[in-house]
């Protein structure tokens, strides 16, 4: 119901895009996007990539910025031509601060999400693995663990697997 709707936010870039851009405009909704993958759906890439895309964003009314990447370098024209608002960390750091943590609880370091190169978990892991010979702690991955997904990647997840099982640490 159309006028149940005061906000679209469109997060990424893909086809249907262009249809709820379209939509948004003819009923007259307000449109956030927020581009999560640089050189994919960053504002530079649909501008180099597809023009009419790019003319449809041009109606935007915020981008929001998730990293620097995406207002600065190729990305400078988000802050000429576009209302933008970069928002770092979604995370509350006031509540979830190292320094408030109890000297004696375990630290648990959590990753949601699917598996990529893209988000690599595998950094995260192998680092982890430095991290708990000095520091107890934990690392909990949350997600599918298959999808087909075209940016999904079960390599990730089977190195992780197996080299968990390995080196006892499953």
């Given at each position: 119901?159309?006028?149940?709707?005061?906000?679209?936010?469109?997060?990424?870039?893909?086809?249907k895009n262009i249809?709820?851009?379209?939509?948004?405009?003819?009923?007259?909704?307000?449109?956030?996007?927020?581009?999560?993958?640089?050189?994919?759906?960053?504002?530079?890439?649909?501008?180099?990539?597809?023009?009419?895309?790019?003319?449809?964003?041009?109606?935007?009314?915020?981008?929001?910025?998730?990293?620097?990447?995406?207002?600065?370098?190729?990305?400078?024209?988000?802050?000429?031509?576009?209302?933008?608002?970069?928002?770092?960390?979604?995370?509350?750091?006031n509540l979830f601060?190292?320094?408030?943590?109890?000297?004696?609880?375990?630290?648990?370091?959590?990753?949601?999400?699917?598996?990529?190169?893209?988000?690599?978990?595998?950094?995260?892991?192998?680092?982890?693995?430095?991290?708990?010979?000095?520091?107890?702690?934990?690392?909990?991955?949350?997600?599918?663990?298959?999808?087909?997904?075209?940016?999904?990647?079960?390599?990730?997840?089977?190195?992780?697997?197996?080299?968990?099982?390995?080196?006892?640490?499953?």
């Amino acid at each position: 119901n159309q006028s149940e709707i005061d906000l679209v936010h469109l997060r990424g870039n893909s086809k249907k895009n262009i249809v709820l851009i379209l939509l948004s405009k003819f009923f007259r909704k307000k449109i956030i996007y927020t581009p999560t993958r640089y050189l994919e759906d960053d504002i530079y890439t649909i501008k180099k990539n597809n023009k009419f895309s790019y003319f449809l964003f041009k109606s935007v009314q915020l981008i929001h910025c998730i990293s620097p990447i995406f207002f600065s370098g190729k990305n400078k024209i988000v802050k000429k031509e576009f209302r933008y608002l970069y928002i770092p960390n979604i995370v509350d750091t006031n509540l979830f601060n190292f320094k408030k943590r109890k000297k004696n609880k375990n630290l648990t370091i959590l990753c949601v999400g699917f598996f990529s190169k893209i988000k690599n978990q595998k950094i995260l892991y192998n680092s982890w693995k430095r991290i708990s010979k000095k520091i107890k702690c934990k690392l909990h991955f949350v997600g599918i663990k298959n999808m087909n997904y075209y940016l999904a990647n079960n390599d990730e997840l089977d190195y992780i697997i197996e080299d968990s099982k390995k080196n006892k640490l499953l």
